[in-house]
C-alpha cells in the first residue's frame, strides 16, 4: 500500500509555507542587523536567543526536542546573516597539533587558528577585533592579564582561555576547567580524599588544581625541576606540553616509580597516547588523554560565543577520535593484514597503508627479499622504524604491518600512540613460507611466534583470529571496534 497522495500533498504545502515564513524571517533578521548597527546597539543578544527557544519550547508540545533543535540552526544562521563577519578561533604557540577546527566546525561554527608571538597575542586581545577567542598555550596567564573583566572560573583558576567581546569589553572564563570536571564524569576518575600530584604551574596546571581541589583531593603542584611524592601519589595529572606532538617522546616521570599510583591523566590529546599514558596503561594503570577535556571545553565556549548547538558532547568527541585514530594490525607474517586492511579502509572510508610497500617506496627496492639479501636485517630494521613513526604521526589511516615491526620498543609506542591496534592471529599451520625471508619453514615460525606472541599482545587493543573465513574475521573486528567504542 502507498502513501496517500492528500498526505504527500499536504506536507508539500507545509514546506512551501515554511520556506516561505523562513526567508520572510531572515529578511527580518537583516533588517534588524542593519538598524542595530545604524544605532550603535551590539548585534549579538544572548538573552534575546534564549528568549526564543524556550518560547518555541513552550508551544511545540512534545515535538520539543526537534523543534528546539531547528531553531538553534536558524538562529545560528540568523547571527550569521545579521553579522558575516563575525571572528572566532584560537590563539597560542604552537598550534600544528590542533584538533580545535575540526571540533568547533561540528558544534556549527567557522573558526580560524593564530599561531602568534607573546607580543602578537597581547596586540591581539587589546585591539578585540574579534568576536570570540579560546587561548592556548603558552597564553593563559598573559590573557587573564589582558581582559577587561574576569568570570568566577578564571579568578578561580588564575588563567584564561576563552575571551567573549559584548559592549567593547573583553570578558574572560576559563572553560578548561568545565572540560575537565567533564573528563573526570566521563572517565568516573574520583579524585576525593586522593592524593593528587599535577605537574607544571602554568595556567592548565591551575585550573586542573582548582577542579582536584573542588572534589576533595589533597593536591601538590610539581614544576618541572621538581619531584613528585612517589611514594604516596594515587593520582598523577600531567598538565605540561611534554609529551606532545610533534615533540612526542617526553615522559616528565616513569610510571614505574610511583609505588601506589592508581591512575593517570595527560591533557595532551595529540599523540592520543602520550608516553606517559601508554606506559601507564602498560603496567594496568588506568589512564586518559584530554581529548575529552577539549571537546568538553568547545562545547562551553560555543555556549559563550552565542552557539546553540544541541550535539552532545561525547558525540562529538567520538567523531573527532574516529576521525583522528588510525587503525594498525599486527599479526605475524601472512596473517592477513594487507587484504584484512584494504577491506577496513573501504568500509570505514580510511586510508590504506602497507608499511613493508613503504619500506619499498621510501628504499627503491623491488621486494622486501631483494632488500634483506642487498641491506641485510638491521637495515630494514631501521629503515622500517622511520617509516612506522612517520605513518604513527598521521591520522585517519588504516595501517598493516610487517609481522617483525613489534620487535623495537619503539615501534611498538609509536603504532600504540596515534593506533587502536588490532592484534590478527592465525594458526601456524596456515601461514606461508614462501617469499619471506625470516620464516621460511614452519620450525621457524613457531619459534617466531613464541617470540612475537607477547608483543603483539602487549599493544592489542582488539584481538581476532583469521583461520577460515577472512569475511567472518572484517565482520569481528568492526563489532568489536564498535564495542570499543561504545564504552
Not at 601461514?431 to 619471506?436: D, I, S, V
Request: glycine residues 8%; hydrophobic residues 35%.
Amino acid at each position: 500500500m502507498g502513501i496517500p497522495d492528500e498526505k504527500r500533498k499536504e506536507i508539500d504545502l507545509l514546506d512551501e509555507q515554511i520556506a516561505k515564513l523562513l526567508a520572510k524571517r531572515f529578511d527580518l533578521t537583516s533588517y534588524i542587523g542593519s538598524w542595530k548597527k545604524e544605532n550603535g546597539l551590539p548585534v549579538r543578544c544572548p538573552e534575546r536567543e534564549q528568549q526564543v527557544l524556550e518560547h518555541v519550547q513552550s508551544v511545540s508540545n512534545r515535538r520539543s526536542p526537534e523543534i528546539t533543535e531547528i531553531y538553534g540552526k536558524i538562529l545560528e544562521l540568523s547571527r550569521n546573516e545579521q553579522q558575516p563577519d563575525d571572528v572566532f578561533g584560537l590563539i597560542g604557540h604552537p598550534l600544528g597539533h590542533s584538533y580545535s577546527q575540526p571540533i568547533h566546525a561540528a558544534f556549527g561554527f567557522r573558526y580560524s587558528l593564530w599561531d602568534v608571538t607573546e607580543e602578537q597575542a597581547l596586540a591581539f586581545l587589546r585591539e578585540k577585533t574579534f568576536s570570540g577567542i579560546n587561548v592556548t598555550i603558552p597564553y593563559k596567564k598573559l590573557a587573564y592579564s589582558a581582559v577587561d573583566f574576569l568570570d568566577s572560573t578564571a579568578s578561580l583558576c588564575g588563567s584564561v582561555n576563552t575571551v567573549c567581546i559584548r559592549n567593547g569589553f573583553s570578558y574572560g572564563y576559563n572553560t578548561d576547567y568545565y572540560g575537565f570536571n567533564a573528563l573526570l564524569d566521563y572517565y568516573h576518575v574520583d579524585l576525593a580524599g586522593k592524593k593528587v600530584a599535577v605537574l607544571g604551574k602554568g595556567g592548565t596546571a591551575g585550573t586542573c588544581h582548582a577542579v582536584a581541589c573542588g572534589r576533595g583531593a589533597t593536591v601538590s603542584l610539581i614544576g618541572r625541576n621538581e619531584e613528585p611524592d612517589f611514594t604516596s601519589t594515587q593520582i598523577l595529572i600531567n598538565a605540561t606540553p611534554v609529551g606532545m606532538f610533534p615533540d612526542d617522546s617526553g615522559c616528565l616521570f616513569p610510571v614505574e616509580r610511583f609505588s601506589c599510583l592508581e591512575g593517570v591523566v595527560d591533557v595532551v590529546y595529540h599523540p592520543l597516547r602520550t608516553r606517559l599514558v601508554y606506559d601507564a596503561q602498560k603496567n594496568g594503570i588506568p589512564a586518559y588523554n584530554g581529548l575529552f577535556m577539549l571537546v568538553a571545553q568547545a562545547k562551553e565556549s560555543h555556549r559563550l560565543f552565542g552557539g546553540h548547538s544541541q550535539k552532545p558532547v561525547n558525540e562529538v568527541y567520538k567523531e573527532i577520535l574516529w576521525d583522528k585514530i588510525n587503525i594498525v594490525l599486527v599479526g605475524m607474517p601472512s596473517a592477513g593484514k594487507s587484504l584484512i586492511g584494504q577491506y577496513l579502509a573501504a568500509s570505514c572510508k580510511k586510508k590504506f597503508v602497507d608499511s613493508d610497500g613503504e619500506i619499498l617506496t621510501t628504499t627503491g627496492m623491488a621486494s622486501i627479499p631483494a632488500l634483506f639479501e642487498r641491506y641485510g636485517e638491521t637495515y630494514f630494521r631501521d629503515t622500517e622504524q622511520e617509516v612506522l613513526k612517520r605513518l604513527s604521526r598521521q591520522s585517519g589511516l588504516v595501517i598493516a604491518t610487517g609481522g617483525g615491526s613489534v620487535l623495537r620498543k619503539e615501534n611498538r609506542y609509536n603504532l600504540a600512540s596515534n593506533g587502536l591496534v588490532i592484534y590478527i592471529k592465525r594458526n601456524v599451520s596456515l601461514l606461508e613460507t614462501e617469499g619471506r625471508p625470516l620464516s621460511k619453514d614452519k620450525e621457524t615460525l613457531l619459534k617466531m611466534e613464541e617470540e612475537r606472541t607477547p608483543l603483539y599482545e602487549e599493544i592489542a587493543d582488539i584481538t581476532v583470529e583469521n583461520n577460515d573465513d577472512i569475511q567472518k574475521c572484517i565482520r569481528e573486528i568492526m563489532q568489536k571496534v564498535e564495542a570499543y567504542y561504545a564504552d
